[in-house]
């Protein structure tokens, strides 16, 4: 399928999901292959997610799953969730369990980035164990934090996944001397 380049998730998503029996209130992108969505049904507001991707010719693919269907990811945005109808109001028993789960995967995935300490640019994040890098960057447990996901040391840029918070044990290093700092990014 084509999507036209520039065109919102919730635009291009709307035109596809919007009919008689659903409406499209908001969607969310944790990240370019997923979106979240909050879908009013003949039930309520429900949560459904679209896998997105890309081929090379530029045509656009996605596959949807409503929460209900088991969504393996627990990346939901907030703003989603606060929008969804209790799941009591929505499903029978069996599907029941299973949107309750995925919801609280994502609500816990959300209360665990909130317990995280904030990091802001310039810091050093100590990461234990050290993380091996391909190529030149080799093994370092000490990186400046630029954002999101970048850092960089010994004068290269390196990327960890936007969830790193998450995947790793680090800490912010405090009152570390410049002549210190120099000798940790080194």
């Known amino acids: 399928m084509r999507r036209e380049q520039g065109v919102s998730n919730?635009?291009?998503?709307?035109?596809?999901?919007?009919?008689?029996?659903?409406?499209?209130l908001d969607a969310a992108a944790p990240n370019p292959a997923l979106v979240f969505f909050a879908v009013r049904t003949p039930r309520g507001v429900e949560c459904w997610m679209a896998q997105c991707r890309w081929d090379r010719w530029g045509d656009y693919d996605y596959w949807l799953t409503k929460e209900s269907e088991s969504i393996h990811e627990n990346k939901c945005p907030?703003?989603?969730?606060?929008?969804?109808?209790?799941?009591?109001?929505?499903?029978?028993?069996?599907?029941?369990?299973?949107?309750?789960?995925f919801r609280e995967r994502c609500t816990n995935r959300l209360a665990a980035l909130a317990a995280q300490p904030k990091v802001k640019r310039g810091d050093l994040v100590h990461f234990t164990p050290a993380i091996r890098f391909r190529g030149?960057?080799?093994?370092r447990d000490v990186l400046e934090?630029?954002?999101?996901?970048?850092?960089?040391?010994?004068?290269?840029?390196?990327?960890?996944r936007s969830d790193w918070k998450l995947n790793y044990t680090w800490s912010v290093m405090e009152d570390v001397t410049d002549e210190d700092r120099k000798l940790l990014l080194s």
Do not use: S
């Not at 009591?88 to 599907?95: N, S």
């Not at 030149?136 to 093994?139: A, I, N, S, Y």
């Open 145 to 160: 934090f630029v954002r999101g996901g970048e850092f960089r040391a010994g004068g290269w840029r390196f990327w960890l």
């Open 10 to 24: 919730f635009d291009f998503f709307a035109g596809e999901l919007n009919d008689e029996r659903h409406t499209l």
């Open 78 to 101: 907030k703003r989603i969730l606060d929008q969804l109808d209790p799941v009591e109001d929505l499903y029978d028993d069996g599907t029941r369990v299973v949107a309750r789960m």
């Open 136 to 139: 030149p960057g080799g093994v």
